[in-house]
């Protein structure tokens, strides 16, 4: 499957990237697996998406849960909390 990953605000800037197209494997069905399986590459990428970060997440531009099941060319967004003012 065939999915967007969309990165932003000091997760973009900590991976050096905004933006990647990913190819999956057959494993890998929802959100919680994403995040799992990009920290594989190691280094930064486990550091940023580790548990320990609270991240938020968005399918489809839509808040959502870790175990949101993905479906082919959907997009996944990976985001720190939002703090204000």
């Given amino acids: 499957m065939k999915i ?9 800037e900590a991976l050096g990237t905004s933006f990647e ?3 999956l494997p ?3 069905t929802t959100v919680a697996a994403v995040r799992a ?6 280094g930064v990428w486990d550091e940023v998406l580790s548990d320990k970060n609270l991240l ?3 399918y489809n531009q839509q808040m959502c849960a870790a175990d949101t099941a ?4 959907c997009e996944v967004a990976f985001f720190p909390p939002v703090t204000g003012g």
């Fill in 70 to 73: 993905l479906t082919e060319q």
């Fill in 26 to 28: 057959p494993e890998v």
């Fill in 37 to 42: 399986y990009l920290r594989q590459r190691g």
């Fill in 56 to 58: 938020r997440t968005a």
């Fill in 4 to 12: 967007q990953c969309r990165f932003f605000a000091s997760v973009r």
């Fill in 21 to 23: 197209e990913i190819e």
